[in-house]
C-alpha cells in the first residue's frame, strides 16, 4: 500500500480514537483539496525551504533553497530522496506491505477506547483496492472497529461494505455537469453508491463539504435536500462541514499553485441555515 499519513485522530475519521491511514492517489482534483500531496498516484515531492540544501540533488535542480521541478521531471533515480534523508524534502508517500498494516492495527488495539478503530482515508483509498479490501477482511475477522472515508466513486465500493463498521462518503454536488466541472469526473457511481449504502449499510455517515461558488447556491443545497430525503434513515447521518484554507501550504511545498479565493469561504448563515433544514426534515445530523 501507498501510505502519504498516518497517525491517531480522535472522532472526527471515524468514532472514538482512531488509527488513520491516508492511502496515495484521488480519481477526482478537487482544488480545494486539504491534502493534496495525496492525490497523484505516482506521488510528488514535498519540500520545506528552509531546511532545503543544495547538495542533496546532483543534476542541480536545488539552488538557493528552492526545487527546479522541469529538471526533477526527467529524474528517474531521485537521489534527492533515496539517498539522503533531510527535512528539506521527500516523497509524499511510503509503499507498506497489508501485513504490516495490519500488525500495527492489530498491535495498537488497545489504543481503540471509547469505540475506536482504524480509517482508511486519502487521497482516495479505493484506488488501491484490492489491497484495501484485504486489509478491511483481516481487520473485520480481528473484530477491529474499522473506517472507510471515501468519495464513494469506486465501481467495486459494495465489496468492501461487509467489512467496514462506519462508511463516511462525501457527497459534493447532485448535479452531475457541476460535479464534472468541480472534480473532474461524473458523480454518478457516487449517488448510487450512497443510495445503496443507505439501503444495506448499518451505519453510514455523509458529508458535504460546502465550498463557496461551488455547491452553496439555492439551487445546490435544494438539490441535497431532496436527495438526502430519499435516502434518510435510522443507518443514516448527515454533516455539512465549511471551508477552509488548511492545505494551502500544502499545495506550495507540492509546487503548486493554490487557486482558491476568499470567495470559497462560506457565510455561517448559510451553513447553519442548511443545517437546520435537515433537521427540519427530520434527517438525523451528526457533529464530528
Known sequence: MRIFQRGFNYSQDGFGNRLVYHLQG??????????????????????????????????????????????CRGCMEKECVTKHRTKGIRLSYEEVEVEAVVEEVTANSPMFYDGGGVTFTGGEATLQFDELLETLERLHAAEIHTALETNGASPRLKECLPYIS???????????????????????????????????????????????????????IRDFLEFFQTIGGDNVTFEILSYHEFGKKKWEQCGWEYQMSETAHVRAETIQLFREKLVELGLNYMRT
Request: hydrophobic residues 35%; charged residues 30%.
Open 26 to 71: 484521488c480519481n477526482m482534483n478537487c482544488p480545494w483539496c486539504s491534502n493534496p500531496e495525496g492525490m497523484r498516484w505516482e506521488g510528488v515531492l514535498i519540500t520545506e525551504e528552509e531546511w532545503l540544501l543544495d547538495e542533496v540533488c546532483p543534476h542541480h535542480a536545488v539552488r538557493n533553497k528552492t526545487l527546479d521541478r522541469t529538471i
Open 166 to 220: 462506519q462508511l463516511i462518503m462525501d457527497c459534493k454536488l447532485c448535479d452531475e455537469e457541476k460535479h464534472r466541472i468541480a472534480t473532474g469526473i461524473s458523480n454518478k457511481q457516487t449517488l448510487e453508491n450512497i443510495r445503496h449504502a443507505a439501503r444495506v449499510h448499518p451505519c453510514l455517515h455523509v458529508r458535504v463539504p460546502l465550498i463557496g461558488k461551488v455547491n452553496d447556491s439555492e439551487e445546490d
